[in-house]
């Protein structure tokens, strides 16, 4: 199984978010009819990796059709401004 890569991430407010997601693991959770991402933090520095070649580490979201096991099978996601994950999709 290979791992899903954060196409792209609106969230410039987070600290992670240097031209997309520099975490190098995401975790995506939420409840209701949106998904989201729980890495996000704001503090006032930049962090993570030196580019933004973030991932998807782990899913909560088990009804979503692109989950596997608690993992992400997309191919890749991407994730609005406020932290949204743009490829849930409920089963
Ligand atoms: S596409 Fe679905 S399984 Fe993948 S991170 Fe988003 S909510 Fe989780």
Redesign the pocket.
Known sequence: MST?AIKSCSTTTCSFNNGGCTAFA?T?G?TGEK?S?TTFVALDARAGLSSASGQ?GA???LE?????DL????GE?AIADDAE?????AR
């Open positions: 899903t995401i995506v939420g998904a991402c998807v899913c909560k979201r979503c059709v692109h989950n596997t993992l992400c099978t997309a996601i994950c743009l490829s849930y999709e």
